[in-house]
T-cell receptor, first 119, second 112 residues
Framework: DTGVSQNPRHKITKRGQNVTFRCDPI?????LYWYRQTLGQGPEFLTY????????KSRLLSDRFSAERPKGSFSTLEIQRTEQGDSAMYLC?????????????????FGPGTRLTVL | SQQGEEDPQALSIQEGENATMNCSYKTSINNLQWYRQNSGRGLVHLIL?????REKHSGRLRVTLDTSKKSSSLLITASRAADTTSYFCATALLSNDYKLSFGAGTTVTVRA
């Protein structure tokens, strides 16, 4: 079990630039989630994929944010025209399909996160 | 908005003592989960308790759930320095159990 991986781990960018983050879930997991966490707060849900289908987007995900999971494996989260308020830790998580063979389907396994700093 | 609220916000205990933190939530849940997060890192899943369960154990962890009071508690027994970190409760609603709603966390410091 290699766990959920995220790249890059840290990103510093200037306001107005575009950034893209990548998440590689645990291989047998078909569900993938993105969360955002600001300092001193718990993570907040951003979006959810089942296979390649994006099934829900939070109101927190403005038009500048887009997430994809083109082949139902890895996912990317892009932020266009970054703002200082976008500075946060972006967390990815995955969970297995409901067949009981790959762990508890309700448990979400988190990656280490990508810390974004917008100057 | 975040559904869960942890109490206390911060907790300092002596090594070997027990640590108890509470989580309250507002709407009916499918399950409640506890995570820990080391500084600057992702979340590590500790334990999940379903709405029809009242208590679960995992090693030195004990979780209780009272759905009538919409609250849960996490007890860490015989605390160690390595237990120093932030702990979060997360609820999965009945209506959309894939979306976890986290509280702001309890920061636990275990003094040697």
């Amino acid at each position: 079990d290699t766990g959920v991986s995220q790249n890059p781990r840290h990103k510093i960018t200037k306001r107005g630039q575009n950034v893209t983050f990548r998440c590689d879930p645990i291989s047998e997991h078909n569900r993938l989630y993105w969360y955002r966490q600001t300092l001193g707060q718990g993570p907040e849900f951003l979006t959810y994929f089942q296979n390649e289908a994006q099934l829900e987007k939070s109101r927190l995900l403005s038009d500048r944010f887009s997430a994809e999971r083109p082949k139902g494996s890895f996912s990317t989260l892009e932020i266009q025209r970054t703002e200082q308020g976008d500075s946060a830790m972006y967390l990815c998580a995955s969970s297995p399909r409901p067949n009981g063979l790959a762990g508890n389907t309700d448990t979400q396994y988190f990656g280490p996160g990508t810390r974004l700093t917008v100057l | 908005s975040q559904q869960g609220e942890e109490d206390p916000q911060a907790l300092s205990i002596q090594e070997g003592e027990n640590a108890t933190m509470n989580c309250s939530y507002k709407t009916s849940i499918n399950n409640l989960q506890w995570y820990r997060q080391n500084s600057g890192r992702g979340l590590v899943h500790l334990i999940l308790i379903r709405s029809n369960e009242r208590e679960k154990h995992s090693g030195r962890l004990r979780v209780t759930l009272d759905t009538s009071k919409k609250s849960s508690s996490l007890l860490i027994t015989a605390s160690r320095a390595a237990d120093t970190t932030s702990y979060f409760c997360a609820t999965a609603l009945l209506s959309n159990d894939y979306k976890l709603s986290f509280g702001a966390g309890t920061t636990v410091t275990v003094r040697a």
